[in-house]
C-alpha cells in the first residue's frame, strides 16, 4: 500500500482568506492529481502534475509537485465558497491510482 | 454523453446476502475501475481492467468479484455482504495513453449500507 497523508483533515476559512493543502508520501509516483469532490457526487479531476518540481496554475489554485515527487501542494489564493468541497490528492504509479485521506474545506462568506 | 453512470444509488443488504453494482460508460474509454470511499479514509481501489476480458486486484479485492465482457461495461460483485462493506462505491473510466495523461471520470456513486 501506497499510503499518501493530506494535511489539514478539516480547514474552515473567511472568503477571501489565502490556504494551502498539502499531499505527503513516502512513495515516489510517477505523477500525482487533485480532485474536487462535492456530497453526493464523484471526484473531478482539477489538475495532474508529471514532473518533480512541476508547478500549475488553475486561475486562484496553485499545484506545486516536489522535487523528489513524494509530495504535493495546493494554495487557493482568495478563497470563495464556490471552493467549498472535498480535496483528494492521488499518485499514480502503473495503472493503479492511491488516494490520500482528504481535506474537507469550508469557505464561509 | 451520460459519461458513467452507476446503479443503484442506494441499497441496503442483509448480512450474508449478495449483489451486483452496476457501472456504464459511453466514452469508449479502455481503462475502468472501481473504489470504495470510507468516511476519512479517502477511495481505495478495489478493481481495475485495462480492457474487455481482462482484469486485475487493486489494493482492497477480498470480498469482490469483477468482470468485463464490453469495452462499456464492469459490474463490481458482492458475494456474501459483510458490514465491512457499507461504503460508498465509485466507478471510474478513463483513456490511457501513458504517465500522466489519464483523466479518470467518476460515476455518481453507490451508497451501499449491509446490516
Known amino acids: 500500500t501506497q499510503l499518501l497523508e493530506q494535511s489539514p483533515q478539516f480547514l474552515s476559512i473567511q472568503e477571501g482568506e489565502n490556504l494551502t493543502v498539502y499531499c505527503n508520501s513516502s512513495s515516489v509516483f510517477s505523477s500525482l492529481q487533485w480532485y474536487r469532490q462535492e456530497p453526493g457526487e464523484g471526484p473531478v479531476l482539477l489538475v495532474t502534475v508529471v514532473t518533480g518540481g512541476e508547478v500549475k496554475k488553475l486561475k486562484r489554485l496553485t499545484f506545486q509537485f516536489g522535487d523528489a515527487r513524494k509530495d504535493s501542494s495546493l494554495h487557493i489564493t482568495a478563497a470563495q465558497p464556490g471552493d467549498t468541497g472535498l480535496y483528494l490528492c492521488?499518485?499514480?504509479?502503473?495503472?493503479?491510482?492511491?488516494f490520500g485521506t482528504g481535506t474537507s474545506l469550508t469557505v464561509i462568506p | 454523453n451520460a459519461g458513467v453512470t452507476q446503479t443503484p444509488k442506494f441499497r441496503i443488504l442483509k448480512i450474508g446476502q449478495s449483489m451486483t453494482l452496476q457501472c456504464t460508460q459511453d466514452?469508449?474509454?479502455?481503462?475502468m475501475y472501481w473504489y470504495r470511499q470510507d468516511p476519512g479514509m479517502g477511495l481505495k481501489l478495489i478493481y481495475y481492467s485495462v480492457g474487455a476480458g481482462i482484469t486485475d486486484k487493486g489494493e482492497v479485492p477480498n470480498g469482490y468479484n469483477v468482470s468485463r465482457s464490453t469495452t462499456e461495461d464492469f459490474p463490481l460483485r458482492l458475494e456474501l455482504a459483510a458490514p465491512s462493506q457499507t461504503s460508498v462505491y465509485f466507478c471510474?473510466?478513463?483513456?490511457?495513453?501513458?504517465?500522466?495523461?489519464?483523466?479518470?471520470?467518476f460515476g455518481p456513486g453507490t451508497r451501499l449500507t449491509v446490516l
Open positions: 492521488a499518485g499514480e504509479n502503473g495503472n493503479q491510482f492511491y
Open positions: 466514452m469508449n474509454h479502455n481503462y
Open positions: 471510474a473510466s478513463s483513456y490511457w495513453m501513458g504517465r500522466g495523461t489519464d483523466t479518470q471520470y
